[in-house]
């Protein structure tokens, strides 16, 4: 998985309580991507960096943080889960532009 | 709207067979168009990844084409194994939006022995 980890692999929440996942790189790439995965859907954008604290926005970024205070860490926050944000959260890193982004294995949420 | 389109939705085949998995895009200003392989309960994995001057691009038995006047692309795969099970993904780069990429739904294959 391209030197990239997410953490927890699988977590299960109740509504109205915040959730952090974390994505760690070793591999020095400049952005890092937040996905979400839902059955019948494409892969969704919520939020993504292009550098230590510079930030943007995706598709589908209400209801979602996130926070780059170093390189290699990506965070992000759920700051009151839903039950519609139970999906399957990927990680990506790349160099920009038109080069491939790599994906980490992947966040199972639960949102009962 | 910027759309990736593909079908079948899902296909099974029989070990040793070729398929050929279609995607049909709306996007625009076309950056370029990635496959992507997906095995159960990983993420995806970059297949391949095409410019507007490239028609064809292989990856061992994977072989990709597009078109860029009709916006089709197809993925090709030849002799499947059975570790081509997987759902793959075609995805079009805009070059609005820091090249966002729009992704299809994937065609989910499923190759029996």
Not at chain 1, 46 to 55: A, F, L, M, N, Q
Not at chain 1, 105 to 112: A, F, S
Not at chain 2, 33 to 62: A, C, H
Not at chain 2, 76 to 86: G, V
Request: hydrophobic share 30%; glycine share 8%; charged share 20%.
């Amino acid at each position: 998985d391209a030197g990239i980890t997410q953490s927890p692999r699988h977590k299960v929440t109740e509504t109205g309580t915040p959730v952090t996942l974390r994505c760690h790189q070793t591999e020095n790439h400049r952005y890092m991507y937040w996905y979400r995965q839902d059955p019948g859907h494409g892969l969704r954008l919520i939020h993504y960096s292009y550098g230590v604290k510079d930030t943007d926005k995706g598709e589908v970024s209400d209801g979602y943080s996130v926070s780059r205070s170093k390189t290699e860490d990506f965070l992000l926050t759920l700051e009151s889960a839903t039950s519609s944000q139970t999906s399957v959260y990927f990680c990506a890193i790349g160099t920009g532009g038109t080069e491939t982004q790599y994906f980490g294995p992947g966040t199972r949420l639960l949102v009962l | 709207k910027n759309q990736v389109e593909q079908s079948p939705q899902s296909l099974i085949i029989l070990e040793g067979k070729n398929c050929t998995l279609q995607c049909n895009y709306t996007v625009s200003p076309f950056s370029n168009l990635r496959w992507y392989k997906q095995d159960t309960g990983r993420g995806p994995v970059s297949l391949t990844i095409m410019t507007f001057s490239e028609n064809t691009k292989s990856n061992g038995r994977y072989t990709a084409t597009l078109d860029a006047d009709t916006k089709q692309s197809s993925l090709h795969i030849t002799a499947s194994q059975l570790s081509d099970s997987a759902s793959y993904i075609c995805v079009v780069a805009s070059m609005d939006s820091n090249y966002q990429l729009i992704w299809g739904a994937g065609t989910k294959l499923i190759i029996k022995p």
